[in-house]
């Protein structure tokens, strides 16, 4: 019994991964799109006093939508449908996208769609990895693999579209992120398969890649706050 309940917990975790997949797919197309555009420049950016690109109002607005978001996603997603969640995770997807956008061309001057493309195919290549193998995908073991995945896949990212060094960080450094806050979700995705009606694989799968989309504002708030807290002891 116990062991069908881990088939079946893997075969949702697999769809979680396509799920990130698409998620990540979303943000990247967003963050591509939104840097290719000359008017968004001028409407997230403006020069200071010496010609150095600073956000501009609409640029702060931007960059903390998916946080707005986040708030206001509700607690408890038992009762939204497969479509309303799969919706929430999309848009939240391209919040983040515009944000991260926002921010790689005013502060770091990075092409982080690149970065969030890796991340995208890192999660397919994991869920077909967990489709193929059948393992259990909530471990140390997945976490060392996603990790494994990434590098791979940014090295032969820069094989074949060489790019600079800076841009080669920002895609590790997207890996690394996106790995992380994985793993870190990996007892609330077992909670969301645990309380549920686990017939349901789709809906658990998307709502189990949107908290881990949520946890990666929550995680970005929670350090802010540490860092706050450590001035302040200061």
């Known amino acids: 019994m116990k062991s069908l309940a881990k088939k079946l917990e893997n075969r949702i975790v697999v769809r979680l991964f396509a799920f ?11 963050a591509c799109l939104l ?3 000359a008017e968004y420049r001028n409407f997230i950016a403006v020069p200071d006093a010496e010609n150095n690109l600073m956000l ?11 946080l707005v978001m986040f708030l206001a996603v509700p607690a408890d997603r038992k009762k939204l449908s497969f479509a309303a969640v799969l919706l929430m995770l999309c ?8 944000a991260l956008s926002s921010v790689a061309l005013v502060f770091i001057k990075a092409d982080i769609a690149r970065g969030l493309l890796t991340s995208a195919v890192m999660f397919f290549a994991m869920s077909l990895t967990g489709a193929v193998f059948r393992r259990d995908m909530i ?14 896949l ?3 990212g820069c094989w074949l579209f060489p790019f600079g ?70």
């Open 56 to 66: 501009s109002v609409s640029g702060w607005v931007l960059l903390l939508l998916p």
């Open 91 to 98: 848009l939240f997807c391209g919040l983040i996208g515009a």
């Open 154 to 156: 940014t090295a032969l």
């Open 165 to 234: 060094l800076t841009d080669w960080a920002v895609s590790m450094a997207s890996v690394i992120v996106y790995g992380a806050v994985t793993a870190y979700s990996g007892e609330e995705i077992e909670r969301i398969i645990a309380d549920s009606d686990q017939t349901r694989l789709n809906q658990l799968a998307v709502r189990g890649a949107l908290a881990v989309n949520l946890n990666f504002i929550g995680l970005a708030v929670k350090m802010l706050r540490f860092w706050d807290s450590r001035g302040k002891c200061k």
């Open 20 to 30: 990130m997949g698409i998620g990540a797919g979303i943000s990247a197309a967003v």
């Open 35 to 37: 840097t290719k555009v």
């Open 139 to 152: 471990s140390w073991h997945c976490v060392l693999l996603t990790a494994v995945w990434g590098t791979l």
